[in-house]
């Protein structure tokens, strides 16, 4: 069974440009989350999709935008970027089904901002 | 954001010796508190987890404990092996859609 992927794996952009990043969750997973990781602040949880929809989403602002596609794939879009976004983005993908268990992430989308 | 915290910061142990990472907890909701193991660049990979029903759970080498009164739960790493160096993640949740992390644990095994 393939694992989450995430497109592209490293990327580079400067000031005030956008970037769109995406994530193919694993086959039968509903619902998606994405993460930013940086050294500084650990782990933290941007949004969650599941069915297409926004169930939650983290204390980021409204620059950091995601959907979902009817066959659960998902991207997440920064706007007007800024060097704070500099970090690693992870997508995470389970079931979703209402119930806690296992998230399984992908190696994230490297993103540098110059 | 953060409602887990997470210490020590990092922890090196001998190859053999036992490596015990604490996390403690805010939320009384939360119902389920997987540990995650993250190698260089690579994504979090689940290591174990466990429900506030019980108050140990076992896999191996590794082993969590929880108690649910203090709100805190750590990982025990037992005959810690110089692959098991990497940074470790405890987190908490009540639903899978925002998954709260501790600030992460590097862990050095030397051999």
């Known amino acids: 069974k393939a694992g989450v992927t995430q497109t592209p794996r490293y990327l580079i952009k400067t000031r005030g440009q956008q970037v769109t990043l995406s994530c193919s969750p694993i086959?039968?997973?509903?619902?998606v989350s994405w993460y930013q990781q940086t050294p500084g602040q650990g782990l933290q949880f941007l949004f969650e999709?599941?069915?297409?929809?926004?169930?939650n989403k983290g204390n980021f602002p409204g620059r950091f935008s995601g959907r979902q596609f009817s066959n659960s794939r998902s991207e997440m879009n920064v706007s007007t970027l800024e060097l704070g976004d500099s970090a690693l983005y992870l997508c995470?993908?389970?079931?979703?089904?209402?119930?806690?268990?296992?998230?399984?992430f992908g190696e994230g989308s490297r993103l540098t901002v110059l | 954001q953060q409602q887990v915290k997470q210490s020590p910061q990092s922890l090196i142990v001998q190859k053999g010796g036992i490596s015990i990472i604490n996390c403690a907890y805010e939320?009384?909701?939360?119902?389920?508190f997987p540990w995650y193991q993250q190698f260089p660049g690579k994504g979090p990979a689940l290591l174990i987890a466990?429900?506030?029903?019980?108050s140990e759970k076992k896999e191996g080498r590794f082993t969590i404990s929880f108690n649910k009164s203090a709100k805190q739960f750590s990982l025990h790493i037992m005959d810690s092996q110089p692959g098991d160096s990497a940074t470790y993640f405890c987190?908490?949740?009540?639903?899978?859609?925002?998954?709260?992390f501790g600030a992460g644990t590097r862990l050095t095994v030397k051999p």
């Open positions: 995470a993908s389970s079931l979703g089904q209402g119930t806690t268990g296992e998230l399984f």
């Open positions: 086959s039968g997973h509903r619902s």
């Open positions: 999709y599941f069915s297409e929809t926004q169930r």
């Open positions: 939320n009384t909701a939360f119902d389920y």
């Open positions: 466990i429900r506030p029903d019980v």
């Open positions: 987190a908490a949740t009540y639903n899978n859609n925002d998954m709260r």
